[in-house]
């Protein structure tokens, strides 16, 4: 089955500065890739995906790349905010239903 | 569009006692539907997936007996936690897939603590 590697699990960054946080998937047919944001005792939230049609996307000041032959997908948030400190997972769709990745904690300085 | 709620939000029961968790979309109905268990600090575990009127699929290492999945219409599931222990304290997420929704898109609902005593 599908498993779903994330680095790093914590990342710290000052407020203004980019964070990338990256994700490897094994099955090659995995075909969409969702992010999710989640606060302390919420759901999470899904706040960018991406199709394995398509290299990259961008919303604002998150973005994802996709690389299918190396099957690896990253998550880019620009000028980040203290609001933007969570934790994030992302996910891989195989077969029907989604693996998560194990999440990243981060955290923005003001 | 896509609401999905679920209850109670938060549930303390006494070790050996059940209890059942609902899992709502309020406005649309729902293609298949997931139940997920998540302890602090770690990533979301899914549990079962199941669709209207069939039995749910389990994932490897959920017992099906404890955790009794009904998916009971398009718009409906539950899942109850048979003989609760202090061990199956955790927070439960469902969510849904949308029946006019746009490939895999899977609409959460805002979870349920659970902790046995």
């Known amino acids: 089955g599908e498993n779903v590697e994330q680095h790093p699990s914590t990342l710290s960054v000052q407020e203004g500065d980019s964070a990338v946080i990256k994700c490897t998937y094994s099955d090659s047919a995995s075909n969409y890739f969702p992010w999710y944001k989640q606060e302390l005792g919420k759901r999470p939230q899904l706040i960018i995906d991406?199709?394995?049609?398509?290299g990259e996307k961008k919303d604002q000041r998150i973005a994802v790349t996709l690389n299918k032959t190396a099957k690896h997908f990253s998550l880019h948030i620009t000028e980040t905010q203290p609001e933007d400190s969570a934790v994030y997972f992302c996910a891989a769709h195989q077969t029907g239903k989604l693996i998560f990745g194990q999440g990243t904690t981060l955290q923005v300085k003001p | 569009g896509a609401v999905v709620s679920q209850h109670p939000s938060r549930v303390i029961c006494k070790s050996g006692t059940s209890v059942k968790i609902e899992c709502r979309s309020l406005d649309f109905q729902a293609t298949t539907m997931f139940w997920y268990r998540q302890f602090p600090k770690q990533s979301l575990m899914l549990m079962a997936t199941s669709n209207e009127g069939s039995k749910a699929t389990y994932e490897q290492g959920v017992e099906k007996d404890k955790f009794l999945i009904n998916h009971a219409s398009l718009t409906l599931s539950t899942l109850t936690v048979t003989s609760a222990h202090p061990e199956d304290s955790s927070f439960y997420i469902c969510s849904m897939t949308s029946a006019g929704g746009v490939g895999h898109e899977q609409f959460f609902g805002p979870g349920t603590r659970l902790t046995v005593l």
């Open positions: 991406i199709r394995s049609n398509v």
